[in-house]
């Protein structure tokens, strides 16, 4: 990780298809040291290696005196606390929740979801892009319905895929506890479901889709390349791809 918070990988590629907080993204991490759900801790290891430098740069000493050590100590003990805050308002945005904060958000109503979604192994990307039609069906128990099926359907756990058991538990989620908490912001449908696609994209890079770009690229059709990156960085959010990348959708 550099000293801007950005990481640095120049090994194997890919991206988080189904949810899974365990998923390892690495065939060379059996461990999972660097799992999904490792992040967090690993950002931490990397800041801890990054003060390690700048203590000898704050006493100019190699070994650090007690009062760096102290000062640098608490700021890495900030990091988790801080990295909470972020998480829960990130995803607050995320399922719509822009004006009604609640102390059990995480636990009452973003957590119980992803639980759902890892029971499934549903599709990551489409489920919270799903969210953002929510708002709109409101008060409609065959509209909620129909939504927990489309889940259903871009899910790989076959028993949740194929039984009506688990759907049944994801329409009772979003009508029991999630609609409720969007009543309850007083934002109009259209503009709340709107506000949500800006914080959740429907075009991102998928495994599939690297690939296939470095295939057309290795039989001379570069120009694939400038498409896509055209799609994930200008039409990420849309409801539709531009024409000509109809097969994205």
Known sequence: MSILGLTIDYGP??????????????????????????????????????????????????????????MITDALNQFGPEFRREYLQVM?????????????????????YLDLLQEAKTDYIFSMRTLCSVPETLGNHDKLTALAARLAERSLNVACRDTSEWQHRMCNYLESVYAPRLQAQSIAPAELATRMKQENPKFVLRNWVAQDVIERAERGDVAWIDKVLDLLTTHAFDDHAPSGMEDAE
């Open 92 to 112: 607050r945005r995320r399922f719509g929740l822009f004006a009604d904060h609640r102390d059990d958000d995480l636990e009452a109503v973003i957590q119980p």
């Open 13 to 70: 590629f890919a991206f988080l298809d189904a949810y899974d907080p365990a998923f390892i993204c690495n065939h060379s991490d059996p461990a999972g040291r660097y799992a999904f759900d490792e992040q967090p801790r690993v950002a931490l290891w990397n800041l801890m290696r990054l003060a390690a430098p700048l203590a000898a740069l704050v006493d100019g000493a190699a070994e650090p005196g007690p009062k760096t050590v102290r």
